[in-house]
C-alpha cells in the first residue's frame, strides 16, 4: 500500500509549524526566485544595464567642478545601484562588486573601503541579531507574536495596525533605527508566517507588514528631534548657520502629525492599492486558525526562566539606548547604542550563566556585507564631493529668485524627500543639503528655519530602496518583497509625504509662524 | 592728571592700532604649464595703508622673473626667495592713499610633479599621477581678509582628487575649501580661505592625472556584458542551459 502524498495545504501547514517554531527562522542569504517574467528579464538585463550605465558615466566629458574620482565613485555607484534594484545576482555580491571596483577605478583606497565593516552601525547590526537570537531561542518571540495574534490578528488590517502602534511607542524611545528593525523581526517573521508570507511564499500580507514596518521605523522617527542623531545635526546646523534655535516642542508641532498621518495613510493605502489584501488572505492561513495559534499560545504555558532572564537582559540593553543622554553625568562616558548591544552580548553568551552559545547566534554576515558595500559607495559619493556637487548642480540649475515662497519650498521639500534614494547616509544627506538649503533661503530673502526645518522633517524617511537605509537592508533580507515592491512603496510614501508638507507649508505651519505665505515674494 | 595720562596712553596705543596696513584680498592665480612649472600672478588690495615696509609672504619656495605688473608710484616690491616659503617686501611711500592695489607676477618652477622618493622606497603615487601641493602661512601681523588661490591646469590633464584641503571647515562656512572648476577647457582648483590671522595655515594638495580614459573599461565592461547575456540567457529563454 502506497503511502498517498501530503496535500499542499498540510505541507504547507508544517512549513508554517516549522516557522512558528522559530528553529530555522535565520535570515536566509539565498537569492530570492523571480518570480514573474517582467522581474526575469529585469535580472537578465540588469546586468548589461548597469555596466551600459557604469561606462557612459566613466566616459563623459568632465564637469567643471567634478575630479576623476568623484566620477568614478558616481559610475560604481550607479552600477551598484542598478544590479542592486534587478539583482541579476545577490545584493551581497554586488556589493563586493563595489567595493573592488571602488579600489581599481581609484575612487576610495583601500583602508577607507575595508573601515566600513568596523562602522558602528555594522557592530549595531552584528550585536543586535546576537539579541534577537535570543529572543528567538528563548521562544520569547515566538510568545509575543502569538499574543500580539490573539489580541489583534483576528483580521490582517488589525494586525498590521497593531505594528504601526508598536513602532510609533519605539520610535520615541529608541533612536536607532537598526535596533528598532532588529527588535521587532522577529515578531513579524512569525506573524507574516502564520499570514502564510514566507520566504519562498511571498504574499502581498508579508509585503504589506514589512514595508509598513519600514516605513513606520523609518518615517516615525522624524516626530521628535532625538529621533536620529542626523536629526540633532539639522537642529544644530539650523542654529550655528541660520541662528535661529529649535526646540523640541517645536519640532514635534511640525513633525510628529506628518508622520503620522502619512504612516496611517499607508496602512490603508497599502493594502488597498499598492498591495491588495485578498479576501482570502485577510485571516490566518493556519490550518484551524485563530484556534491553532490559541493552542500553541496554551501550550506555550507560564513564562519560564529563560524568558524571563531574556527579557532582563533586553530591558538593560534598551534602558541604556533610552537614557544616553545621561550616561555622561552618571558614568562619565557615553554607551553609545552599540556599545549598549554590546554589554547584552556579553552577558547572553556569558558561560553557564548566559543564554546562548556562539553558535546558536544567527548572525546573518551577507547581510553586514551587503550594508558595507552600500556605505563604501555611500561615503565615497561624499569624500570625492561627487554628491555635494549633485546638488549644487540641481539647485544651481533652478532659478529660485523672485518665485512666490511656495514654489522655492516645494522644490526644497522634493530634493530633501527624494535625494535618500540616491545615498546611504542619513548623516551624510543632512550634512551635505541643509547647509545649501539654509543658504539658499538666506540668498532668496526667506528666515532660513522656514525652508530648513521642514527640509529637516524629511532626514528619516528612507524608504525607497533596500540601501536607502539600516532597516531597509534589514528587513530586505527577509526576503519577503523585492526591490520594486520597495520601490513603489517607498515612492508612494515619499510622494504623501511631500504633499502634506506642502499642504502644511501653506496652512499649519504659517499658522504657527514658521512659513511666511504660500504666495509671498522676497523683496 | 594720572587719569588724563592714562587717557591719552590709551588713545595712543589705540591709534597706533589702527593706523596698521591690514591687507583686505590677497588672490594668487597659478598658471601651471606642461613641464610642471608655473606663472604666478599675485593681486593684493591694501586697506588702511600707511608708509613703512610691510612683508606679504608667498605659497611658493623658489620664484624667478619678478614682474611688477601694477603699483603706485612709489611703490617698492622686492622678492626675497626661500627654500619653503618666499616674501615679498613692501616699501609704501609717505604719500600713499588709503587703499592700494599691486598686482606682480613670477614663475616657479617644480609647481605640479611627482614627490621625490627616499632611496628604496616606492612612490605612492600611481604611474600617471602628479602632485599640486600648495601651503601658505600668513607670517605677518595683521589678518588677511580673503585668501584666495586659483589653479589653471594644463588641458591634458584633470584633478583625480583632493588630496587635501585644510583648515576644515568651519562650522559657518557653507562653501568648500578647495572647489574645483573648469575654465577655456581648463580645469582647476580654487582654494579659498577667509580671516587669516598672524600663524594660520592653508593647504591644499591635488593629485592630477591626464584626461585620456583607458578603453580597457570599455572592453571589459563588453566582454563582460556579452558573456553574462549569453550564460544565463535561460533566464528569459525557457529550456536554453
Not at chain 1, 511571498?202 to 504589506?208: E, Q
Not at chain 1, 546562548?356 to 559607495?377: K, N, R, T
Not at chain 1, 534614494?421 to 538649503?437: A, G, Y
Request: with cysteine.
Amino acid at each position: 500500500m502506497s503511502e498517498s502524498p501530503a496535500s499542499p495545504s498540510r505541507a504547507q501547514n508544517q512549513k508554517l509549524m516549522e516557522l512558528l517554531g522559530m528553529d530555522k527562522m535565520t535570515l536566509s542569504s539565498k537569492t530570492r526566485a523571480a518570480q514573474s517574467t517582467s522581474e526575469r528579464w529585469m535580472r537578465y538585463l540588469g546586468f548589461p544595464g548597469g555596466i551600459l550605465l557604469f561606462l557612459l558615466i566613466l566616459y563623459l566629458p568632465a564637469g567643471a567642478g567634478l575630479s576623476a574620482s568623484a566620477q568614478a565613485g558616481a559610475a560604481c555607484f550607479a552600477l551598484a545601484l542598478v544590479w542592486w534594484v534587478t539583482e541579476p545576482f545577490p545584493t551581497y555580491v554586488t556589493s563586493l562588486v563595489l567595493m573592488f571596483l571602488l579600489l581599481v577605478t581609484r575612487t576610495s583606497d583601500a583602508k577607507s573601503i575595508m573601515y566600513v565593516l568596523g562602522m558602528e552601525v555594522i557592530w549595531l547590526n552584528l550585536l543586535a541579531f546576537i539579541l534577537s537570537s535570543m529572543l528567538v531561542k528563548v521562544r520569547l518571540a515566538k510568545r509575543m507574536a502569538l499574543w500580539l495574534i490573539l489580541r489583534f490578528g483576528r483580521k490582517a488590517s488589525w494586525a498590521l495596525l497593531a505594528f504601526v502602534i508598536l513602532q510609533m511607542v519605539l520610535a520615541p524611545l529608541i533612536p536607532a533605527t537598526a535596533a528598532r528593525a532588529v527588535m521587532t523581526l522577529p515578531l513579524m517573521i512569525v506573524v507574516a508566517a502564520i499570514y502564510g508570507a514566507t520566504e519562498e511564499t511571498n504574499n502581498n500580507f508579508g509585503r504589506n507588514l514589512f514595508l509598513l514596518n519600514l516605513v513606520g521605523i523609518s518615517v516615525l522617527s522624524s516626530m521628535t528631534m532625538t529621533g536620529s542623531s542626523a536629526n540633532l545635526i539639522a537642529v544644530g546646523l539650523i542654529e550655528t548657520m541660520g541662528s535661529q534655535r529649535v526646540y523640541y516642542m517645536d519640532w514635534v508641532r511640525v513633525g510628529a502629525p506628518i508622520a503620522i498621518m502619512t504612516t496611517m495613510m499607508m496602512w490603508v493605502l497599502g493594502q488597498k492599492l499598492l498591495f491588495r489584501i485578498p479576501k482570502a488572505e485577510q485571516t490566518p492561513q493556519l490550518e484551524g486558525g485563530l484556534d491553532l495559534v490559541k493552542q500553541q499560545y496554551a501550550e506555550m504555558g507560564p513564562m519560564r526562566g529563560e524568558e524571563k532572564k531574556a527579557i532582563a537582559i533586553f530591558s538593560l540593553v534598551l534602558f541604556l539606548w533610552m537614557t544616553d543622554a545621561f550616561h555622561l553625568d552618571w558614568f562619565g562616558v557615553e554607551i553609545s547604542a552599540p556599545f549598549a548591544a554590546l554589554l547584552g552580548a556579553v552577558i547572553v553568551l556569558f558561560p553557564r550563566y548566559g543564554i546562548l552559545q556562539w553558535s546558536e547566534a544567527d548572525i546573518p554576515w551577507h547581510l553586514l556585507i551587503f550594508s558595507a558595500g552600500a556605505y563604501a559607495g555611500g561615503l565615497a559619493l561624499d569624500d570625492t564631493g561627487a554628491a555635494e556637487w549633485g546638488v549644487r548642480m540641481l539647485f544651481g540649475g533652478m532659478d529660485l529668485k523672485g518665485v512666490p515662497f511656495g514654489i522655492s519650498y516645494t522644490v526644497v521639500i522634493a530634493v530633501m524627500m527624494y535625494s535618500h534614494l540616491l545615498t546611504t547616509s542619513k548623516t551624510v544627506r543632512t550634512l551635505i543639503l541643509l547647509p545649501i538649503i539654509i543658504t539658499l533661503a538666506k540668498a532668496l530673502g526667506w528666515e532660513p528655519i522656514s525652508f530648513a526645518l521642514p527640509a529637516a522633517l524629511c532626514i528619516d524617511w528612507v524608504v525607497g530602496l533596500p540601501i536607502s537605509g539600516k532597516p531597509n537592508v534589514i528587513l530586505f533580507s527577509t526576503n519577503q518583497y523585492s526591490v520594486a515592491d520597495n520601490f513603489k512603496y517607498g515612492v508612494l510614501t515619499c510622494t504623501i509625504g511631500v504633499v502634506l508638507l506642502v499642504i502644511s507649508g501653506a496652512t499649519w505651519f504659517h499658522w504657527l509662524g514658521l512659513t511666511p505665505s504660500f504666495w509671498a515674494v522676497a523683496p | 592728571m594720572r587719569r588724563l595720562l592714562v587717557f591719552l596712553m590709551l588713545v595712543l596705543v589705540c591709534s597706533s592700532a589702527s593706523a596698521v596696513t591690514t591687507i583686505r584680498n590677497y588672490v594668487t592665480r597659478v598658471d601651471v604649464v606642461t613641464d610642471g612649472s608655473a606663472r604666478v600672478t599675485v593681486n593684493v588690495q591694501l586697506a588702511g595703508s600707511q608708509p613703512g615696509r610691510i612683508t606679504l609672504p608667498i605659497g611658493f619656495g623658489a620664484m624667478d622673473n619678478f614682474q611688477i605688473k601694477d603699483a603706485p608710484r612709489g611703490v617698492v616690491l622686492k622678492p626675497i626667495p626661500a627654500k619653503e616659503q618666499s616674501i615679498v617686501e613692501i616699501e609704501l611711500p609717505d604719500a600713499i592713499a588709503d587703499e592700494v592695489r599691486l598686482s606682480f607676477s613670477f614663475g616657479a618652477p617644480d609647481v605640479l610633479g611627482r614627490p621625490k622618493s627616499a632611496p628604496g622606497e616606492r612612490s605612492k603615487l600611481p604611474a600617471d599621477t602628479s602632485l599640486l601641493r600648495h601651503s601658505f602661512v600668513n607670517t605677518q601681523e595683521t589678518p588677511i581678509g580673503t585668501y584666495q588661490v586659483d589653479v589653471r591646469l594644463p588641458d591634458d590633464v584633470r584633478v583625480h582628487k583632493i588630496g587635501e584641503q585644510l583648515p576644515k571647515l568651519r562650522r559657518a562656512e557653507v562653501l568648500p575649501r578647495v572647489r574645483l572648476d573648469r575654465v577655456d577647457g581648463h580645469q582647476g582648483a580654487v582654494l579659498q580661505l577667509t580671516n587669516l590671522k598672524q600663524g594660520d595655515r592653508t593647504s591644499m594638495s591635488l593629485d592630477v592625472t591626464t584626461n585620456n580614459l583607458s578603453l580597457t573599461w570599455l572592453l571589459v565592461g563588453l566582454v563582460l556584458s556579452a558573456g553574462y547575456l549569453f550564460a544565463f540567457r535561460d533566464l528569459v529563454i525557457p529550456g536554453k542551459r
